[in-house]
T-cell receptor, first 112, second 112 residues
Framework: EADIYQTPRYLVIGTGKKITLECSQT?????MYWYQQDPGMELHLIHY???????EKGDLSSESTVSRIRTEHFPLTLESARPSHTSQYLC???????????FGPGTRLLVL | GNSVTQMEGPVTLSEEAFLTINCTYT??????LFWYVQYPGEGLQLLLK?????DKGSNKGFEATYRKETTSFHLEKGSVQVSDSAVYFC???????????FGKGTMLLVSP
């Protein structure tokens, strides 16, 4: 059973605010990912990490940043939120040598 | 680069109808292929996968066969239920198992 958690599940904030979306997994997975899911359902990879102190940008350019200081934790930060950041953000993880990614429940972000 | 194309939805069926969701892919090498499902308000869950040509993945009555000659991985179920209503994503892995490339998703709506 996959255990990957995201908080908050829902967030409504005003333009210009700094926010951090939390993602944690208890499976000891070394690889972690952030996806942005637009209202049309399409998934876009925005960041990923192969391990502690490793971060890479994904296919979709994003104004967000990530950090990986601990294996189990992969937070995503927006320094100044804008309405264009309104979306659902999904976190996922997997182990090296396997392909199946396990997903968290997602955070729905609304920026007013 | 890698790409996945799946049929646009929504697919609307009556309970006990036969389901097919088409998926074709473009990739270098020999990727693994996946179907993920996203129920309302949740993250993605792995439904089934196939790792090499002619493999058949199956789970919960759903099946898909890896067809290298037609570069396809169509999802089928003989008799859908209302509880199968969800968004279905076809995906492939790169050869390094680092990232997944997803299709745009197909919404399935099953009515009683």
């Amino acid at each position: 059973e996959a255990d990957i958690y995201q908080t908050p599940r829902y967030l409504v904030i005003g333009t210009g605010k700094k926010i951090t979306l939390e993602c944690s997994q208890t499976m000891g997975h070394d690889k972690m990912y952030w996806y942005q899911q637009d209202p049309g359902m399409e998934l876009h990879l925005i960041h990923y990490s192969y391990g502690v102190n490793s971060t890479e940008k994904g296919d979709l350019s994003s104004e967000s940043t990530v950090s990986r200081i601990r294996t189990e934790h992969f937070p995503l930060t927006l320094e100044s939120a804008r309405p264009s950041h309104t979306s659902q953000y999904l976190c996922a993880s997997t182990s090296s040598g396997t392909e199946t990614q396990y997903f968290g429940p997602g955070t729905r972000l609304l920026v007013l | 680069g890698n790409s996945v194309t799946q049929m646009e939805g929504p697919v609307t069926l009556s309970e006990e109808a036969f389901l097919t969701i088409n998926c074709t892919y473009t990739a270098t090498g020999y990727p693994s292929l996946f179907w993920y499902v996203q129920y309302p308000g949740e993250g993605l869950q792995l439904l089934l996968k196939a790792t090499k040509a002619d493999d058949k993945g199956s789970n919960k009555g759903f099946e898909a066969t890896y067809r290298k000659e037609t570069t396809s991985f169509h999802l089928e179920k003989g008799s859908v239920q209302v509880s199968d209503s969800a968004v279905y994503f076809c995906a492939l892995s790169d050869q390094g198992y680092s990232t997944l490339t997803f299709g745009k998703g197909t919404m399935l709506l099953v009515s009683p």
